[in-house]
């Protein structure tokens, strides 16, 4: 894919980064999500080295970055550190489309330890705060989420020096958030919750096919499965019995888009043992059995940016 093509949001298999098309050639993405078509309506708990700004531009979502929660309306927008854990969700069924820029800082830094790296870059992406809110009801955070629009808008036209557009609009995003977000406090560092719930995860996203205990997942994260237990109810308000059926579904809803694999495959693949337990836990989160909905993404294929997400 050539850069500048506006794409539907795709999360790695483990969901821990959103690989950047050409990371030498321009290091950012950019993501148009309707998360009504997402499995479970959501886009999932992930992270990813890079930092995200994203702007609800129909209906609005609850976005969860760590153990913090904000509800966005259309215009609201929200700049995601490095690293953190986020995910988007519905609320009460209603509409939810975003736009979304996954860029890396060496973007706007330029030259390695380059003034724009050490005076405005490095703070923020040290500091403590994991997450700025732009409501839009301040004019800086106004001007915020229109210069990440005015980003969205130059990726997608790919007019002559669309590059160039990019990279001045999120410059003037980033500056607007470095001048009024809180002070920078000393080296961020993950807390004990959020560095636990990454190792868990992981075990996850590596073990998904197969049978797993909730004392392996534990033992991932040097925790027992009280503590286990705990730490995702605290962090993502599940229980990690939920995650994995999502996650497994997720997978399974991929490969039902994606290959022509027969269901039972598709559900053994995912680590579901019973063919009919896939199929009714499939429609729970989706709406749709596992053919209807492989034949519902065969009939309707996802146009430029837009489908079926996270």
Same mark, same amino acid.
């Given at each position: 894919m050539i850069p500048g093509q506006i794409r539907d949001l795709q999360l790695s298999e483990d969901h821990r980064q959103l690989d950047l098309d050409n990371p030498h050639v321009f290091p950012c993405s950019c993501y148009n999500v309707d998360v009504r078509l997402n499995v479970a309506q959501e886009v999932p708990w992930h992270w990813h080295e890079e930092v995200e700004a994203m702007t609800i531009v129909e209906g609005r979502g609850m976005v969860r970055v760590n153990t913090d929660t904000w509800l966005l309306e259309t215009g609201d927008g929200m700049l995601i550190n490095s690293s953190a854990l986020h995910s988007v969700q519905l609320i009460d069924g209603g509409a939810c489309r975003l736009h979304s820029l996954v860029f890396s800082a060496d973007l706007l830094a330029?030259? !390695?330890?380059?003034?724009?790296?050490q005076r405005y870059l490095q703070p923020m992406l040290r500091s403590p705060t994991r997450a700025l809110p732009l409501f839009g009801n301040t004019p800086w955070q =106004?001007?915020?989420?229109?210069?990440?629009?005015?980003?969205?808008?130059?990726?997608?036209?790919?007019?002559?020096?669309?590059?160039?557009?990019? =990279?001045? &609009?999120?410059? =003037?995003?980033?500056?607007?958030? &470095?001048?009024?977000?809180? !002070?920078?406090? !000393?080296?961020?560092?993950e807390n004990n919750d959020t560095r636990r719930l990454k190792e868990m995860l992981r075990c996850f996203h590596e073990n998904y096919d197969r049978a797993i205990s909730l004392e392996e997942v534990a033992a991932a994260a040097n925790v027992g499965k009280r503590e286990c237990l705990r730490c995702f109810q605290r962090t993502i308000g599940i229980t990690p019995i939920q995650y994995l059926l999502r996650y497994r579904i997720r997978q399974a809803s991929r490969l039902l888009a994606q290959t022509d694999? !027969?269901?039972?495959e598709v559900a053994l693949r995912c680590g579901f043992e019973s063919p009919s337990y896939f199929a009714q836990a499939f429609r729970r989160l989706t709406g749709r059995t596992p053919r209807d909905y492989r034949r519902y993404f065969s009939d309707n294929p996802p146009a430029n940016g837009e489908g079926e997400g996270g």
């Open positions: 330029g030259t !390695p330890g380059s003034v724009f790296e =106004r001007q915020a989420t229109d210069a990440l629009e005015e980003a969205y808008h130059a990726f997608a036209e790919e007019t002559f020096g669309w590059e160039f557009s990019v =990279r001045a &609009a999120l410059g =003037r995003l980033w500056i607007l958030a &470095a001048e009024h977000a809180a !002070p920078a406090g !000393p080296v961020m560092e694999l !027969p269901v039972t």
